[in-house]
């Protein structure tokens, strides 16, 4: 994957390139009454095998940017491009993990839902996407569980096999949007060190949605964190250092802080005019 | 912290881990059903017995009256049946309906089908289906059956016309309310793989919104099914070989009561095995092998 990102790179350019380059992107969506600004010019790069977070309070437009990245949403100004082409449609080079469980498609085994995208795209031969599929399967544990229909499984298994499915496209980036937000603390922390450990084995690119800050801090490699109304780029920030074990330790804390004082920077301000106005 | 006088703390106790868990005192954690609740538990089964008392009901009632000309006993029924299906026209008269019925039935969900593609593909398409669903749904087919006539004359035709006005509505209007249910997830999932147009009615709007298609099937088959006896009762007399309709009318004319009752009861086997065989089948297959009904 980082070979292959550097190679369609301009050669010009000495340093690193981006594999996925957002450039002062304004999106706007309409409700029935109003047009909402949901982000307002939004720059980031993210390198190949980045574990990129976007972090932020509701309302910062973090989802809204994955869906423009993914595709479903036009900018009104800016653009988005992924090795060097500007995105203006869904596509299987973007494989998305949806928050929902009800992204799985009901009709088809575990092993189908795997194999319905690889098929579908024709971007893998046919004779392999049997192999790929199990192959992806396998890697998130869930092969004994190939030919059961999605309404057996839990809700941790059902976005295991959402994942397996999108990693066994071998997308130019990974886009997850919350993926582990409707599941229970247990199978969260389990999740996020299974996901860990899937991208030290493959060093995919993933770009990950969430409005936790532990779990920005654990996943990611590097944090991008949005103000919200509208969603604008507030700070970005590295957190490669730290996985589960680092939790709780003095650094983590640290950041943790850190990010939690950026996020509530206005409320703190607001309360501290407050209590001026009482002294 | 406040004086614990005033406001009760728990007490403080003393922490307990067991080292070894033991499960053996209460046996098995799965136990069988016994024999019986087993065989209630079958659909089945209680549904039978409920024919059956029916059934009785029946006969007793036929045999305190004593008139076979007003209400004919279950088992004159039976026997009239038994023998308008081997030595009676019978057979003869339900292949007439049912292949008519096929045809128009057929007919009609293409027909559903070529509406709903439009309405899922283009506005105008989504108003000329809910203008015509509102307008010709509430319609009952057999009120369209004197201009059928006028139009197609004394035959198959007309018949297959009427039948065709049953299923589209029904079938057009639920496809078109599944289509609309299909949650916004499973949509940009389906976008997400590249899937557009044409395939990604077939690949995910179609089976995604299958519970509503295959209930909007069983509503037209049963419009379908009514709608033709209605019109076979009322001409059957001109095709050379009439339907199950006209075999019904024919007996009450000829005041063989037993053989009208007979003419009815297959008209509720047909549906009952269409229902339970045909379409319960399909339904087992799909929908509840997929969790998406109970």
């Known amino acids: ?279 | 912290m406040a004086d614990p006088r005033e406001k009760p703390l728990p007490p403080l106790r003393l922490e307990i881990e067991n080292k070894s868990l033991e499960s053996g005192q209460i046996g098995e954690v799965q136990v069988p059903l016994s024999a019986w609740e087993r065989v209630v538990n079958l659909d089945w089964v209680r549904r039978l017995a409920i024919l059956v008392i029916l059934a009785l009901a029946w006969e007793i009632y036929g045999r305190h009256l004593q008139n076979p000309l007003m209400v004919p006993t279950f088992s004159n029924m039976v026997t009239a049946l038994w023998d308008a299906t081997v030595h009676g026209p019978l057979l003869e008269r339900i292949y007439t309906s049912i292949r008519v019925l096929l045809i128009g039935y057929a007919c009609g969900v293409g027909l559903a089908a070529v509406f709903t593609a439009l309405a899922v593909s283009t506005r105008v398409g989504t108003d000329l289906l809910s203008t015509l669903t509102a307008m010709f749904n509430p319609l009952p087919a057999i009120a369209l059956l004197p201009l059928a006539l006028l139009w197609f004359g004394l035959g198959v035709p007309s018949l297959v016309f009427v039948i065709i006005h049953s299923v589209l509505w029904a079938v057009a209007l639920n496809t078109h309310s599944g289509f609309l249910s299909v949650s916004e997830t499973m949509r940009m999932a389906g976008q997400n793989y590249g899937l557009r147009g044409v395939r990604f009615v077939v690949h995910v709007l179609m089976p995604a919104a299958f519970p509503a298609i295959l209930a909007g099937l069983k509503i037209g088959w049963a419009f379908a099914w009514r709608t033709l006896i209605a019109a076979e009762l009322v001409f059957g007399v001109s095709s050379r070989s009439g339907g199950l309709g006209w075999f019904i009318f024919e007996n009450r004319n000829q005041l063989e009561t037993a053989y009208v009752f007979a003419g009815l009861t297959a008209v509720i086997i047909i549906g009952l095995l269409v229902e339970s065989v045909i379409f319960r089948n399909i339904e087992v297959r799909t929908v509840r092998k997929w969790g998406m009904q109970h």
């Open chain 1, 1 to 279: 994957m980082n070979a292959t990102a550097v190679d369609s790179g301009n050669p010009a350019a000495g340093g690193p390139v981006p594999l996925l380059s957002v450039d002062g992107v304004t999106l706007q969506y309409k409700t029935r009454d109003h047009l909402v600004t949901a982000t307002y010019r939004v720059s980031f790069d993210v390198f190949p095998a980045d574990r990129f977070v976007l972090l932020g309070p509701s309302g910062c437009g973090k989802s809204t940017l994955l869906k423009g990245v993914g595709g479903f949403m036009k900018p009104v100004e800016g653009t988005m491009r992924l090795k060097g082409r500007v995105i203006d449609a869904p596509g299987p080079d973007r494989m998305m993990v949806f928050q929902e469980f009800d992204q799985l498609m009901p009709w088809k085994t575990v092993l189908a839902n795997v194999m319905f995208p690889m098929r579908v795209s024709g971007a893998f031969p046919r004779n392999e996407i049997r192999d790929r599929a199990m192959a992806a399967i396998e890697k998130v544990g869930l092969s004994k569980f190939r030919d059961v229909h999605p309404h057996m499984l839990s809700g941790g298994m059902k976005q295991r096999v959402a994942i397996a499915r999108a990693m066994a496209m071998e997308p130019d980036i990974l886009l997850m949007d919350e993926p582990y937000a409707a599941l229970d603390a247990l199978t969260r922390r389990q999740m996020q060190e299974e996901l860990l450990q899937l991208w030290d084995d493959t060093r995919f690119a993933v770009l990950f949605v969430t409005h936790s800050i532990e779990e920005a801090i654990i996943v990611g490699s590097r944090i991008l964190v949005l103000s919200p109304h509208p969603g604008r780029v507030k700070a970005e920030l590295n957190a490669h250092q730290f996985t589960h074990t680092e939790q709780g330790s003095a650094e983590f804390m640290d950041l943790h802080r850190r990010i939690h004082n950026m996020l509530f920077a206005e409320r703190l301000e607001a309360q501290a005019i407050k209590e001026a106005g009482h002294g």
